[in-house]
């Protein structure tokens, strides 16, 4: 019903950038807070960054001032820009947002998330 797809991951150097991409589709209503999580092997998935409808935003202690989050409301859409990266940013990341939908004439929020994208950074 509701889709979450990311782009933009794959493999560059420390020190260099990436900028993720997420956009959900399907009978959208409303989309809530977005954010980013990241999960490398063998850890628990963790929250990167989140972005409120409005604009405020929040960052995990390990990327303040590295990465920037941002969102489009009209094209459904939420960004990661990622800079000065380091090999332990290396992780498959997940797109995550709280989206309200009309079905049968009920309004239901659901959670979704995307499938993930990829990053790895060289050292």
């Known amino acids: 019903q509701v889709q979450l797809v990311e782009s933009g991951g794959g493999l560059v150097q420390a020190g260099g950038s990436l900028r993720l991409s997420c956009v959900a589709s399907?009978?959208?209503?409303?989309?809530?807070?977005m954010a980013w999580y990241r999960q490398a092997p063998g850890k628990q998935r963790d929250m990167v960054a989140s972005?409120?409808?409005?604009?405020?935003?929040t960052y995990a202690d390990p990327v303040k001032g590295r990465f920037t989050i941002s969102r489009d409301n009209t094209k459904n859409t939420v960004y990661l820009q990622m800079i000065s990266l380091k090999p332990e940013d290396t992780a498959v990341y997940y797109c995550?947002?709280?989206?309200?939908?009309?079905?049968?004439?009920?309004?239901?929020?659901?959670?979704?998330w995307g499938q993930g994208t990829l990053v790895t950074v060289s050292s």
């Open positions: 972005i409120t409808r409005g604009g405020s935003t």
């Open positions: 995550d947002a709280g989206v309200g939908v009309i079905t049968n004439g009920a309004y239901r929020y659901l959670e979704v």
């Open positions: 399907g009978s959208i209503n409303r989309i809530n807070t």
